[in-house]
């Protein structure tokens, strides 16, 4: 008899099948037993009649939840059920009963609580579907820039500077010299690109980030591009058909998962589609004083701010040329206007925030070595950096992506922490 998987089951209506997995949820109707048994991949309800099997019904009735255990019976459709059907339990095997409580309840508690036992709140609700989004968004992201021929390849963890500035880097000690977790990949991706022309990466990044909001962990996997003989307008076109491609990719392979969370697909659709509206940084700035926002020039912009942009917009939408002040030492500055970078941030809607920074990047000695001075950055760690202008520099241009709030936004998540397996906050280490 064949052991399948609960995603699987669909397809083997009429059959007799084994699935394992873990007692999720019971009820009972006078003398009918409803077993909710999850696996990851989905949920199945098995059913068993008291009259019909005396012993089967005593053994399942008195099981606590998460339980793990083998059930095998015969498959029926069911179209009220979300994978279409379920078991008619045949017989129960017991792999481990729990010898406690399980402490999550299907119920609401509070955050605090629950974020104390991530480790077990990950098994129940709406998590599973987000760790399972999270999953395709990764994939959606790699296949993309495999398919357009790019080299997937490494950053260094460890580094001897910055890239995102110096307020936010976690130190450490090497071997009695300075280290840093790494902000981002992108110094790096720089020098391969100009060894392999289009590279991308997923890895981690830290940020030492005092924010407390719905946004910020001090751990994220980052996502990021870097092209060689690419262009800011390319860099952003390119920016575009990746978010496009990976919302409608996870929502065609997770169908099922955003129907758990009752996201509206149709929505998530239409924001995607058509160009994304990019604006200059300026003309931004009026749009959210004309709306009551409190903001000047110069001013980064908050939560309530990205919402407004988000709410106004109602797509995905490019921030651009950022005045130099605002930005790190690393981007092309605009010709037409030197006091502007060649940067855009893209703003999720519906108050998501930022998910994509990018730019052009400086590309000869004379640009780098001013602006890391401008910037109060020593030169002796960026030389290797530096010496990149020095041998054949070309431009080029790349971005980094937070892949954790593209998933929030995708799953229509109320806070980042519920997207991530095991986030890291500032007030926040255990599990
Ligand atoms: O905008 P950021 O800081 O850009 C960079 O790190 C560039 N070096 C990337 C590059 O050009 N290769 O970070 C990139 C993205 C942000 O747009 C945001 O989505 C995410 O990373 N991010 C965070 N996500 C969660 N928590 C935090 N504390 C984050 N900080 C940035
Ligand atoms: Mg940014």
């Known amino acids: 008899m064949a052991t399948i998987s609960i995603s699987e089951a669909r397809s083997h209506v009429g059959e007799e099948v084994t699935l394992q997995g873990w007692l999720y949820n019971k009820r009972s109707s006078g003398k009918i037993l409803f077993l909710q048994v999850r696996d990851g991949s989905g949920v199945l309800q098995a059913v068993v009649a008291e009259p019909d099997n005396p012993n089967l019904f005593a053994v399942a009735n008195r099981l606590p939840r998460e339980t793990s255990l083998r059930v095998t019976g015969t498959l029926r459709e069911d179209r009220r059920a979300p994978i279409g059907c379920e078991m008619q339990l045949g017989s129960l095997e017991v792999i481990q009963e729990p010898t406690e409580d399980f402490p999550i309840e299907l119920k609401e508690q509070t955050p605090g609580f629950l974020m104390d036992h991530r480790h077990l709140w990950i098994r129940t609700g709406s998590q599973v579907p987000m760790l399972r989004i999270s999953d395709a968004t990764f994939r959606a992201f790699r296949t993309f820039f495999y398919e357009r021929g790019f080299v997937a390849t490494e950053a260094p963890i460890l580094t001897g500077a910055s890239v995102e500035g110096t307020t936010t880097l976690f130190e450490l000690d090497y071997f009695g010299e300075k280290a840093y977790l790494s902000q981002s990949g992108q110094l790096y991706l720089e020098a391969t690109a100009m060894a392999l022309g289009r590279v991308y990466w997923i890895g981690p990044a830290f940020r030492a980030e005092k924010s407390k909001?719905?946004?910020?962990?001090?751990?994220?996997?980052?996502?990021?591009?870097?092209?060689?003989?690419?262009?800011?307008?390319?860099?952003?076109?390119?920016?575009?058909?990746?978010?496009?491609?990976?919302?409608?990719?996870?929502?065609?392979?997770?169908?099922?998962?955003?129907?758990?969370?009752?996201?509206?697909?149709?929505?998530?659709?239409?924001?995607?589609?058509?160009?994304?509206?990019?604006?200059?940084?300026?003309?931004?700035?009026?749009?959210?004083?004309?709306?009551?926002?409190?903001?000047?020039?110069?001013?980064?912009?908050?939560?309530?701010?990205?919402?407004?942009?988000?709410?106004?917009?109602?797509?995905?939408?490019?921030?651009?040329?950022?005045?130099?002040?605002?930005?790190?030492?690393?981007?092309?500055?605009?010709?037409?206007?030197?006091?502007?970078?060649?940067?855009?941030?893209?703003?999720?809607?519906?108050?998501?925030?930022?998910?994509?920074?990018?730019?052009?990047?400086?590309?000869?000695?004379?640009?780098?070595?001013?602006?890391?001075?401008?910037?109060?950055?020593?030169?002796?760690?960026?030389?290797?950096?530096?010496?990149?202008?020095?041998?054949?520099?070309?431009?080029?241009?790349?971005?980094?992506?937070?892949?954790?709030?593209?998933?929030?936004?995708?799953?229509?998540?109320?806070?980042?922490?519920?997207?991530?397996?095991?986030?890291?906050?500032?007030?926040?280490?255990?599990?």
């Open 213 to 431: 909001t719905r946004k910020h962990v001090t751990e994220f996997w980052i996502a990021e591009a870097e092209m060689a003989f690419v262009d800011h307008r390319a860099n952003l076109a390119l920016q575009e058909d990746l978010v496009r491609h990976i919302v409608e990719s996870v929502i065609k392979e997770r169908k099922d998962e955003l129907g758990q969370l009752k996201r509206d697909v149709d929505q998530l659709l239409e924001e995607v589609r058509g160009p994304f509206p990019r604006i200059d940084y300026g003309d931004a700035v009026k749009l959210l004083q004309e709306k009551g926002h409190e903001v000047s020039f110069g001013d980064d912009f908050g939560a309530p701010e990205e919402e407004t942009l988000g709410n106004h917009f109602k797509k995905p939408v490019f921030i651009e040329r950022f005045p130099v002040g605002m930005k790190p030492f690393y981007m092309k500055r605009d010709p037409r206007d030197l006091s502007r970078a060649l940067a855009a941030d893209l703003i999720a809607p519906e108050g998501y925030g930022e998910i994509i920074g990018g730019s052009q990047r400086v590309d000869t000695v004379d640009e780098l070595l001013r602006q890391l001075d401008e910037n109060h950055l020593p030169r002796e760690p960026y030389e290797w950096y530096i010496d990149l202008r020095k041998y054949g520099s070309v431009p080029h241009s790349g971005f980094g992506m937070g892949l954790a709030r593209v998933v929030t936004w995708i799953c229509g998540a109320a806070h980042i922490r519920e997207v991530i397996a095991f986030p890291r906050q500032i007030n926040r280490l255990y599990p």
